[in-house]
């Protein structure tokens, strides 16, 4: 049974340009949340995706959006690129049902660096 | 608001020594928490959580946590540690009233010597 998985592993940009990140949940999980840390912090909440929906926002700028598939999978867009969106992105989920409804799983992240 | 506060961002202590690593939150309503625990090059790995009931949950590795409801706080302990629990730990909290938006302290690496 195949974990959160996240592409691409790593990823350079310079300012200015627009990235894509990508995120396959773990079988049976519907709801996927991204999260940006940033080097030497804890994970911050960016938003959460349910059936094709953002439910829930952090405190992030619209050049942050994203997206969810029928088959779950989600994919975050970053426009405009700024240095200090240069962080790991981590890609959670969880079903909304059943014993591990209150649990987030995690993925290996996508490592990104502005230039 | 939600806020985490972790009590130390570095700690160093030798093998078989006791470890209890401080987290504090501020949320005005019901919460779950967790600990999450990350390996040198490995992802978030959840460590033992806490919904409701005894207050004290053990987790995987000999990892156990107590929430005490009147401080704010769910400390991490663990009684004797090994070299391979070395990693950064984190402290979560999660608002029951909330879709599951995890809110993340800081984080404290600990470093384990032989």
């Known amino acids: ?115 | 608001a939600q806020s985490v506060s972790q009590h130390n961002h570095h700690v160093i202590l030798s093998e078989a020594a006791s470890l209890e690593l401080g987290c504090n939150y501020s949320y005005g309503g019901t919460v779950n928490l967790f600990w999450y625990v990350q390996y040198p090059g490995q992802h978030l790995q959840l460590l033992l959580k806490y919904f409701s009931g005894d207050p004290l949950v053990k987790g995987i590795k000999g990892f156990e946590a107590e929430f005490i409801k009147s401080k704010f706080s769910f400390n991490l302990r663990k009684p004797s540690v090994q070299w391979s629990d070395t990693a950064e730990y984190f402290c979560a909290v999660r608002g029951t009233d909330s879709w599951g938006k995890l809110q993340f302290g800081a984080g404290t690496q600990v470093v384990v010597t032989p």
């Open chain 1, 1 to 115: 049974d195949a974990g959160v998985t996240q592409s691409p592993t790593h990823l350079i940009k310079t300012r200015g340009q627009q990235v894509t990140l990508r995120c396959s949940p773990k079988s049976g999980h519907d709801t996927v949340s991204w999260y940006q840390q940033a080097l030497g912090q804890g994970p911050q909440f960016i938003f959460q995706y349910y059936e094709e929906e953002e439910r829930q926002r952090g405190n992030f700028p619209d050049r942050f959006s994203g997206h969810q598939f029928p088959n779950y999978s989600s994919e975050l867009n970053v426009n405009a690129l700024l240095l200090g969106d240069s962080a790991l992105y981590l890609c959670a989920s969880r079903p909304t049902s059943g014993s591990s409804y209150n649990e987030q799983f995690f993925g290996p992240g996508t490592r990104l660096t502005v230039l």
